[in-house]
């Protein structure tokens, strides 16, 4: 397996096109189409469907898109991170994240201090729940941003933002609006396979507020999935609003027994060694004194 066999597996992903992305990488389009059947052979399996019209990633080539994604991420980042070490002056700031954090609230954090304490490079990683505790515990990854009921308890925490959840009915199914935890339907709720945190924090939610979560037998590989299945009829779903695409139709806004919206809490968290380096101690003192007017304003209204 190659780096460049890598890059153009993942230009063709972002761009859906052979073409474009033999145009981006400056290679010729059957060195790029070469290369990737080389890296399928190596893989046992077509990461990309084509067609005279279009290029869509297979059922595989998704599974196997964010792991190739991950070694382009960590060669730049092993780049800078012998720059930093050869110049002190350029520092860097690795970043783990849930698959339901909300990329807005992060970056509407981080490139205010980049502004103001460059030159600093930030990486971003985005994992499932035991890749990111394993990561942070190693020193892999600086600082992560998780929803506040799954954080091991050895990390210490700075709470961040809040993102309501809403509930997306069965197609077909009448739709209460508000809709309390222990009045929801008895449809199953599509959960996903558990790594990005969606089904322990939310059966933890649930338990606390004394309420029952129907749960789908099955499980979806993504939020989108899980949209597409309530569509389909196959069961309903629970998402923080910030992961309900534009193209859903209504949902309704959840709230706990006392009234109050059901919303994970989402936190900041890294090891305590991670003080002793002084510009991640800068950026926590950013979060602490800049970070809640930082993410004011950027969320968005349920629809209903």
């Known amino acids: 397996m190659k780096l460049r066999q890598i890059q153009f597996v993942c230009a063709i992903a972002r761009t859906r096109s052979f ?23 190596q893989l046992n399996g077509k990461l990309f469907t084509r067609t005279t019209r279009q290029v869509d990633l297979t059922p595989f080539g998704r599974h196997m898109l964010p792991y190739l994604q991950a ?3 960590a060669q730049s980042e092993a780049a800078s991170a012998a720059q930093s070490f050869h110049n002190p002056q350029q520092k860097l700031l690795r970043i783990g994240i849930s698959p339901l954090v909300d990329m807005r609230m992060v970056t509407a954090v981080t490139q205010p201090f980049q502004r103001l304490h460059g030159p600093l490079d930030i990486f971003y990683k985005e994992c499932l729940l035991d890749d ?8 892999a990854i600086d600082l992560a941003v998780l929803p506040e009921r799954v954080v091991p308890d050895m990390l210490e925490r700075q709470s961040f933002y809040s ?7 069965q197609h077909g199914s009448a739709l209460p609006a508000p809709l309390r935890l222990a009045d929801i339907p008895q449809t199953p709720v599509i959960l996903t396979g558990g790594g990005c945190g969606l089904n322990a924090s939310l059966q933890a939610l649930f338990k606390d507020d004394g309420a029952a979560l129907p749960v789908y037998p099955g499980y979806a590989i993504s ?56 510009h991640i101690a800068s950026f926590l003192e950013h979060l602490r004194h800049r970070g809640p007017k930082l993410v004011q304003g950027l969320d968005r209204p349920v629809a209903v």
Do not use: H, M
Request: some cysteine.
């Open 71 to 73: 070694i382009l991420t």
């Open 163 to 169: 993102d309501p959840l809403v509930y997306l009915p």
């Open 132 to 139: 990111l505790s394993e990561r942070i515990a190693n020193g």
């Open 19 to 41: 073409s474009q992305a033999a145009a981006e990488c400056n290679a010729t389009q059957p060195t790029l189409s070469n290369a990737v059947a080389q890296l399928e052979s």
């Open 223 to 278: 939020y989108p999935v899980i949209q597409e299945w309530t569509w389909l009829g196959l069961g309903a779903g629970i998402l923080p609003r910030a992961k309900i695409g534009d193209a859903s139709g209504p949902v309704s806004q959840l709230l706990c027994n006392s009234g109050q919206p059901a919303q994970f809490d989402f936190v900041w968290c890294w090891r305590r060694e991670a003080r002793e380096i002084a």
